[in-house]
């Protein structure tokens, strides 16, 4: 069955820390991968998305997310976080069809 | 920039109410979805909905649910008899394209069934 894994279920970190979220994806086939943030009081925001090509895909706001096929993985990298990237971040993926599939969501709180 | 939106942000309800979750997607989108985050747990897929009907829903998305287009720019979610267990954040979305298009969310519905 199709399905999207998150490790980490809350990550603190202090400003100017690196950050790695990380995303494992269970799909046949050819997958599209997305992660979204959900700042607090907000909606749902795409950050990034990975459909094919260069399996290194840059984002908005200083995020990156590399796709490495042989380790089924789409880990969200920042190199340095500010206390605004306090949020809740999700994986999601899918195959053609329209259906995401999200991952349980990783909590990130940066401290001043 | 367009924007999906959604009301009511909160909607308490009696079990056994019907309530009706409402969505405006984006203008040109022509894709819409329904999922729905119980407190605690993932963000699940309900329904998505294309050309005027369903096209993919979910073993969530029971006889109990429903979807229309009444017009051209609203997209409901209709839960005919509420149970407790429907308590959850509700967003809906929309996407211009098949697969390889983004899906814009909404701000979400808190339903609290009581």
């Known amino acids: 069955a199709q399905s999207v894994s998150q490790h980490n279920h809350h990550v603190i970190l202090s400003e100017a820390a690196s950050l790695e979220l990380g995303c494992n994806y269970s799909?046949?086939?050819?997958?599209?991968l997305f992660w979204y943030v959900q700042y607090p009081g907000q909606h749902l925001q795409l950050l990034l998305k990975?459909?094919?090509?260069?399996?290194l895909v840059k984002g908005i706001k200083g995020f990156e997310a590399e796709f490495i096929k042989s380790k089924f993985s789409f880990n969200l990298r920042k190199p340095s976080v500010q206390w605004s990237d306090t949020a809740e971040y999700f994986c999601?993926?899918?195959?053609?069809?329209?259906?995401?599939?999200f991952g349980t969501g990783t909590r990130l709180l940066v401290s001043p | 920039e367009p924007e999906v939106t959604q009301t009511p942000s909160h909607q308490v309800t009696q079990m056994g109410q019907e309530v009706i979750l409402r969505c405006v997607p984006i203008?040109?989108?022509?894709?819409f979805y329904w999922y729905r985050q119980i407190l605690g747990q993932k963000v699940e897929f309900l329904v998505s909905?294309?050309?005027?009907?369903?096209?993919?829903k979910s073993e969530i998305f029971d006889d109990q649910f429903s979807v229309e287009r009444p017009d051209g720019s609203n997209f409901t979610l209709k839960i005919r008899s509420t149970k407790l267990e429907d308590s959850a954040m509700y967003f809906c979305?929309?996407?211009?394209?098949?697969?390889?298009?983004?899906?814009?969310f909404g701000p979400g519905t808190r339903l609290t069934v009581l």
């Open positions: 909905f294309y050309n005027n009907e369903i096209s993919e």
């Open positions: 799909y046949g086939g050819t997958v599209n």
């Open positions: 203008s040109n989108h022509l894709y």
């Open positions: 990975y459909f094919s090509g260069d399996p």
């Open positions: 979305a929309s996407s211009e394209i098949q697969l390889t298009d983004t899906q814009y």
């Open positions: 999601a993926g899918n195959t053609g069809f329209q259906k995401l599939v």
